[in-house]
């Protein structure tokens, strides 16, 4: 299984080095930037750790695909792929509007978690044959259907910020939605890749980044 693993990392060598590099300098300015709310500081840490516990599903994805045949540990690592990413977003929402009631969005990003915790017992989302192929069911598009919702709602989010309409500081915000728009459709209609880390997880750890920096941008405009 060592082997395996060392494999696994080998391949996907040229993605995940860049991304953890950038993951852990991010987190690194995030924990000692004194210019940064505390408020904000808890919800950019919270992203840097949904974010790298994606980009881990994404190896561990193709681990139980080419390497370790477990149908279980895959519905597992799968419904934990299709649950993380409707958080991350929401948190994305909170950063760009701290005073938006987010309490509704939780309560559909765990509706989706739950929906696909269905796999382990029912096909009604989707479930891992014996033979460990993945196999979908009538709601496998929850969790697609519940991220478009919600990077529309960050959109409105943005775009209704007051101060930010007439601002270069918009193209931040209105890139990063773009952006992980693109890589979805690249991650549902694109069904190969050389590298196992999705387009949108790349893009995510991205706009992480991006956020930060459009943090900043807000705090020389408050000052």
Known sequence: MLE??????????TAIVPLFLELFCLLFVVLFDPYIKRSHRRIMLLCII??????????????FVFYY??????TFNSI???SISPFIIILFCALVDSKTKLFPLWIIAAANALIHSTALFSHICFWISEDNHFLRGPLTYTSHIVCVGLLFYLLYLTLKRKSDRKSSRLFIPVLNFLSVVAAFLLDTFVT????GITFTTIT?????????????LQ?????
């Open 4 to 13: 395996n693993v060392v494999k696994i990392l080998q391949d996907n060598l």
């Open 50 to 63: 949904f974010v790298a516990l994606s980009v881990v599903q994404n190896l561990l994805n193709d681990f």
């Open 69 to 74: 045949d477990s149908p279980t540990l895959r």
């Open 80 to 82: 934990f792929g299709y």
């Open 192 to 195: 190969y890749t050389d590298e």
């Open 204 to 216: 995510t750890v991205t706009s992480c980044l991006f956020y930060y920096i459009w943090l900043h």
């Open 219 to 223: 705090f020389v405009h408050d000052h």
